[in-house]
């Protein structure tokens, strides 16, 4: 009955921070990065090539990536997007140091022709 109760007590509290951070000013949800990902010059993962030699390069990146423990979860999850050798990185990170390092390994990958690297950081 005690662990019912400090789970519901946990519960209500949770509930009650959320509420504050929306109150707050936070946004719901992300509409204003869906219409720009709308607009046709906007890079997106629909655009990523099927050529096996784009693959392989987004894949040398995405490994590269997830093994460097150092970074972000959300710098785990950066867009790596290929297309003819030109690979372009979107998506929220932590720090300028955390986008340079992605941008690096971006570029350090073999049959990348150019980096567009379109990756924000985040204010949290």
Known sequence: MKKLAAVMLF????????????????PADNSGKNVRDRQDAAVTS???????????ITQEIRKAVMA????????????????????????????????ANIGAKAQHAAGVTRVDNQIEIASD
């Open 11 to 26: 519960a209500g509290g949770l509930a009650v921070s959320v509420a504050s951070a929306r109150a707050q000013g936070d």
């Open 46 to 56: 629909g655009d990523q090539s099927n050529t096996q030699a784009d693959l392989n």
């Open 68 to 99: 460097d423990k150092d970074l972000s979860t959300n710098a785990h999850n950066v867009k790596i997007i290929t297309a003819n050798g030109v690979v372009t990185l979107r998506g929220p990170v932590k720090s300028a140091e955390e986008k």
